[in-house]
């Protein structure tokens, strides 16, 4: 997306062809805000995972820098002025790019120890966890073969399309460390490798 601006080589089912560049990163924003009017319910329905119009899918443009965030917060304040709207849902995409900036800041405070097992702040006096490498129970949760649907449905969808809702990914996270007993790297590993918007920080900070 950073590298051609020609559409990618998406998946015909993916929530949205992508393309790459600047114009493309414009328009995305400019019809999701404004055409389709999207901000004024963003935090009702930011918890989708179907379809293109619950959250904004600027993430792969920003994580490339074909989009500022500051850019986004400025259309943000325009949309509110010109509708006349102001609400949770208004300022709520801007609350979500404050995530991401904690996660830079987050990633700057802590260097290389964001990639430990124990994660940046260590594992606080716990007892440390014996974690699954069992490459069987892993292969299932990349190849959305674990017999739970939600978890496969999603897993499924990162594999063929490089996309992944919000609350789909914090569901195969919690599956597959909670549930699988699998060492959370091993997921975080696997999300850069396929997701289309990767971001070190944004990905191993959530994780
Ligand atoms: C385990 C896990 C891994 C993730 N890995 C990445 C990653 O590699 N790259 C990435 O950009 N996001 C990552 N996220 C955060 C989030 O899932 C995506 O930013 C979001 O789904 C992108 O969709 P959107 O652009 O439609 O977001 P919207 O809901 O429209 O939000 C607007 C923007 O805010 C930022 N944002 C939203 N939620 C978060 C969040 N939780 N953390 C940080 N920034 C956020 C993104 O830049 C996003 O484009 C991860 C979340 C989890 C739980």
Redesign the pocket.
Known sequence: IAVSEGTCNTHPKGVLQFTGGEDAALARLQQWMFTDDRLQH?FDI?NGMLGEG???????W??AGCIS?RL?YHESKRYEIERGISNKSTYW?TF??L??D??RFLCTKHGNKIFFQDGAEGGRGSTPRKWSTDADKIARWKTGMTGQPLVDANMRELMHTGW???RG??N??SYLVLEMGVDWRI??DH??SY?L???????Y???
């Not at 918007?197 to 990905?203: E, F, G, M, P, R």
């Open positions: 963003y930011r619950y959250s904004t899918k600027l993430s792969p920003l994580s965030p986004v995409v979500e790019l995530c991401r904690f996660f992944m809702s919000n990914r914090q195969v996270a997921g975080a999300f850069e997701l918007d990767h971001d070190v920080c944004s990905n900070g959530n994780w």
